[in-house]
């Protein structure tokens, strides 16, 4: 098995993508422009590390979803949207349930050059799915 390189998160970016293609909002310096014309400080809206707001992206992009914890207390998210599975581990729920969320969109550009590379291939050709530590 290849243990997939970690890939430098820009959470900004993140944020930004989410916001943009599961809520509608429009990016404006500061403050995300929300569908009904209201705003919110960017300061506010913080799905990585508030599961309120993680949830809020789960709910409103029409997923299926599956959050495990393990023993050692790592959350596992699982996210179906159409053909597409995005998955993710990490020590912080909202963080899994977001990194999850971006790769079942297939998002990507995060991080200066990184990718994200939802079903990298291994040398045997079969699909993996690779994770974010």
Not at 25 to 31: E, F, H, N, S, Y
Not at 52 to 58: I, M, P, R, S, Y
Not at 104 to 109: E, K, S, T, Y
Not at 111 to 116: F, L
């Amino acid at each position: 098995m290849i243990t997939p390189t970690p890939i430098e998160l820009d959470e900004d970016k993140l944020t930004e993508a989410l916001a943009r293609r599961v809520l509608n909002w429009r990016i404006a310096p500061g403050r995300f422009l929300k569908a009904d014309r209201g705003w919110i400080p960017r300061w506010r809206f913080r799905p990585l590390k508030q599961l309120d707001d993680a949830f809020l992206l789960l709910d409103q992009s029409g997923c299926h979803y599956t959050i495990r914890r393990s023993v050692e207390g790592t959350f596992s998210a699982q996210v179906r949207i159409g053909g597409r599975v995005g998955n993710a581990s990490c020590a912080e729920r909202a963080r899994a349930i977001c990194l999850a969320l971006g790769r079942a969109l297939r998002l990507d550009g995060f991080g200066g050059q990184a990718e994200i590379r939802p079903d990298a291939q291994n040398k045997s050709g079969r699909r993996r799915a690779g994770s974010w530590t």
